[in-house]
């Protein structure tokens, strides 16, 4: 027998909830003259950020490592889809070189990605020039990423996938809006591409893409899905994690208010500081180490190959 349904009275209505908001209205931040690294980490035992590496091989071999742990992790998440969807790292000894994932129908899947399986193109004219010379790269990723790195060169990691509620979201050409303490991540630090020049396939569509995207840490792309960037591909992960899962929040908030439930946005002074402490570069890539453990703990280290 199913359930019985109980409905409310229609003229019952829920306790309004005390404020306790400061009797001036105010919030006290605090940590400012930190680093927001040291903000975050209670005490003098600070959490390690960005390493740093004695040779361009080392810094390659540890950026294509942490390359094929994102997509490990991307699967897990449920970020496949056919080809569509890529990782690019910017090579730390060639600036107009960048590492790329090759291209699924004729490559691999994300789940099984490996360091070894990444093509090294340069971004200028599209030439194989290392790595995995057996698959070609997916030619829509190669004109997307290398126009956002060559108009970018303090990017040097970007992340682009069709996950299911960035693309969802993407349909309204709107911003995410400051529902959130992790949507604070891109407050006044994402743009939209609002427009759909359909599949691209020419670089003057890439070329619109990366002046959509701007100085931003992210773009919306209407119709399309989800772009972050970051000075390493952990940041850029973590933001695209953040980003998506901000979508996930607004689609719900919306279905929410269109049934009458108001939103409570964050003030723009809270947001900046959450956006100061939180958006940090060296505090997204520490947020990613957490996935990037769990691949390796479970994998045994398997993506390093």
Same mark, same amino acid.
Request: aromatic share 10%; glycine share 8%.
């Given at each position: 027998m199913a359930p019985t349904a109980v409905s409310l009275d229609k003229t019952t209505s829920l306790p309004a909830a005390k404020s306790t908001l400061p009797e001036d209205g105010s919030h006290v931040h605090g940590t400012e003259d930190n680093s927001p690294l040291a903000a975050i980490s209670h005490g003098d035992n600070v959490l390690p950020g960005i390493p740093r590496f004695d040779s361009f091989e080392a810094q390659r071999q540890w950026q294509l490592e942490h390359m094929a742990a994102a997509f490990r992790h991307w699967s897990r998440e449920g970020y496949v889809v056919g080809m569509t969807g890529h990782i690019s790292v910017r090579d730390p000894e060639h600036e107009n070189v960048m590492w790329i994932n090759p291209s699924k129908q004729l490559g691999v899947h994300f789940g099984l990605l490996n360091a070894s399986d990444m093509i090294a193109v340069n971004m200028n004219d599209g030439t194989i020039v290392g790595g995995n010379r057996s698959r070609p790269p997916n030619a829509a990723g190669f004109l997307i990423h290398s126009e956002c790195h060559r108009a970018r060169p303090d990017v040097h990691a970007i992340c682009h996938a069709h996950s299911i509620h960035g693309k969802a979201w993407s349909s309204f050409g709107k911003p995410i809006e400051m529902?959130?303490?992790?949507?604070?991540?891109?407050?006044?630090?994402?743009?939209?591409?609002?427009?759909?020049?359909?599949?691209?396939?020419?670089?003057?569509?890439?070329?619109?893409? #990366?002046? %959509?995207? @701007?100085?931003? &840490? $992210?773009? =919306?792309?209407?119709?399309?899905?989800?772009? *972050?960037?970051?000075?390493?591909?952990?940041?850029?992960?973590?933001?695209?994690?953040?980003?998506?899962?901000?979508?996930?929040?607004?689609?719900?908030?919306?279905? #929410?208010? %269109?049934? @009458?439930?108001? &939103? $409570?946005? =964050?003030?723009?002074?809270?947001?900046?500081? *959450?956006?100061?402490?939180?958006?940090?570069?060296?505090?997204?890539?520490?947020?990613?180490q957490v996935y990037y453990d769990f691949e390796d703990r479970v994998l045994k280290g398997e993506f390093k190959q």
């Open positions: 529902l959130t303490q992790d949507a604070c991540k891109f407050y006044k630090a994402h743009s939209v591409y609002d427009s759909y020049g359909g599949v691209v396939f020419v670089a003057e569509e890439g070329k619109c893409i #990366a002046r %959509a995207l @701007g100085q931003n &840490k $992210a773009c =919306i792309l209407r119709n399309h899905g989800l772009l *972050t960037v970051g000075q390493t591909v952990d940041e850029a992960a973590f933001l695209f994690l953040t980003l998506e899962h901000s979508c996930q929040g607004q689609l719900l908030a919306e279905a #929410a208010a %269109a049934n @009458g439930i108001s &939103k $409570a946005l =964050i003030p723009d002074e809270e947001a900046a500081y *959450t956006y100061m402490m939180e958006s940090d570069p060296e505090v997204c890539y520490c947020e990613f």
